[in-house]
């Protein structure tokens, strides 16, 4: 079985600031990782992925991610937030079922940007 | 452009009827799914396919069905055996693999009036 847990479910944080969000996750194999954001009334982007390849992952809009497994933890993280970052971040973790990716959600984190 | 149309944006339902959200792709993806969003509980999986004709039961399937004739389209009805279909819907698709991302259309609230 696979879960995510994110730890905050609100952060607020000034225009220029960083971000960070946090994420844990549980899986029995090595997991493929992605942060998706929405914006209201809208569907999910993806911001970034793991794939082993490399820890440290670079996503769109300046945003990053660490894999850490000895923690099990993929924070994302901004060193400047911008107002137009203000949305909702989902942590996922996926696992192959057949040919389908299952997605499981973490219940999301809303980003306040004030200026 | 490819990507995923859901339609309508917008759909209210009298209690006791069914509804049936449309979801449509150009992506040639062969994995589909379909998500319910709650306000706090993130997004939790209704049903997905990996194929045409196949379909297999998500988290919360109770209350929904879905068919899949063709590889573009996957359909979502919700029954009026939902309880509580008040919600946003969600419809993605992928691509074969493990760290394959799935492309989310721009989703349709459903309100029961």
């Known amino acids: 079985a696979q879960s995510v847990t994110q730890l905050d479910s609100h952060v607020s944080v000034s225009e220029g600031t960083p971000v960070l969000l946090r994420c844990n996750y549980s899986s029995s194999y090595s997991p493929s990782l992605f942060w998706y954001v929405q914006h209201p009334n809208k569907g999910l982007q993806l911001l970034l992925k793991y794939t082993s390849a490399a820890t440290l992952v670079k996503g769109i809009n300046g945003f990053e991610a660490e894999f850490k497994k000895s923690e099990t933890s993929f924070h994302l993280t901004k060193p400047s937030a911008h107002m137009s970052d203000a949305a909702e971040y989902f942590c996922?973790?996926?696992?192959?079922?057949?040919?389908?990716?299952?997605?499981?959600f973490g219940t999301g984190t809303r980003l306040q940007v004030t200026l | 452009d490819g990507g995923i149309t859901q339609s309508p944006k917008y759909l209210f339902r009298k209690e006791g009827q069914n509804v049936t959200l449309s979801c449509e792709q150009n992506l040639n993806h062969d994995a589909m799914y379909w998500y319910r969003q709650d306000p706090g509980q993130g997004l939790r999986l209704i049903y997905y396919s990996q194929i045409v004709n196949d379909f297999q039961k998500g988290d919360i399937a109770e209350g929904y069905s879905v068919s899949r004739e063709k590889k573009e389209s996957f359909p979502l009805t919700v029954t009026s055996a939902q309880k509580n279909p008040t919600a946003f819907y969600l419809c993605a698709s992928s691509i074969f693999g493990m760290n394959t991302e799935a492309f989310f259309g721009q989703g349709t609230r459903l309100t029961v009036v």
């Open positions: 996922v973790v996926g696992a192959l079922t057949g040919t389908a990716s299952k997605l499981t």
